[in-house]
Each structure stands twice: as C-alpha cells, then as structure tokens.
Nanobody, 121 residues
Framework: QVQLVESGGGLVQAGGSLRLACAAS????????MGWYRQAPGKQRELVAR???????RYADSVKGRFTISRDGAKNTVYLQMNSLKPEDTSVYSC???????????????WGQGTQVTVSS
C-alpha cells in the first residue's frame, strides 16, 4: 500500500500563492500518474492538475495559467504551485497516485488525507 502525505495548505489572501507537496512513501518502481484533486463543501471532487510518469500534464480550465504541477521522480513527490489564488479556489486538496507498481505483480492506487486551502477575499 502506498501512503501519500500532503503538506503546504493554509490560509492566504486573494492574489497570493501557496505550494502544496505530496510525498509517496514505500518502494515504488513506477506509476501511471500523480495528481491533485479538490472538493469544496456540497460539490463533487474535481481534477485540478495531473502529471504522468512521462511528464505530460493536464489542468482544469479554471486553474490554467495560475497553477503548475511538477514532480521529483527521485523522491516520488509531486508539487502544486498555486499563484493568483482566488476565493473560489478554497477547498480541500487531495493527492492521488494511479497504478503505482510495488513489485511482485502488485499495483496500488491511493489517496492522501487532504489539506485545506482557504483563500480570503
């Protein structure tokens, strides 16, 4: 089982920046992708940004040009740099890893516990 630990959430004023980090623990030989999702109260969870093991990225339209996802392959860590934050970005942000290969034919997809991001107006 892969454990994902997120950090970097908090309270920021509109227009400010935050950087989230998600570290995957355990021996991981490969994975399909890692991503950030968010879910606000009363709303469905939505993809914010995703990066494949090959480096391809995808963003929600609402964050394009403001958020940047990146990864440190050696550390199995993914980052989300969030700039020009808006009150509507307020949400719980969760990290996900898809199809992590753990060896011996075992695969795992996991979620982190989530980190709160609050943007004040």
């Amino acid at each position: 089982q892969v454990q994902l630990v997120e950090s970097g959430g908090g309270l920021v004023q509109a227009g400010g920046s935050l950087r989230l980090a998600c570290a995957a623990s355990g021996i991981i030989y490969s994975f399909t992708a890692m991503g950030w999702y968010r879910q606000a109260p009363g709303k469905q969870r939505e993809l914010v940004a995703r990066i494949t093991s090959g480096g391809s990225t995808r963003y929600a339209d609402s964050v394009k040009g403001r958020f940047t996802i990146s990864r440190d392959g050696a550390k199995n860590t993914v980052y989300l740099q969030m700039n020009s934050l808006k009150p509507e970005d307020t949400s719980v942000y969760s990290c996900n890893i898809e199809d992590a290969y753990l060896g011996s034919g075992r695969y795992s997809s996991s979620w982190g516990q989530g980190t709160q991001v609050t943007v004040s107006s």
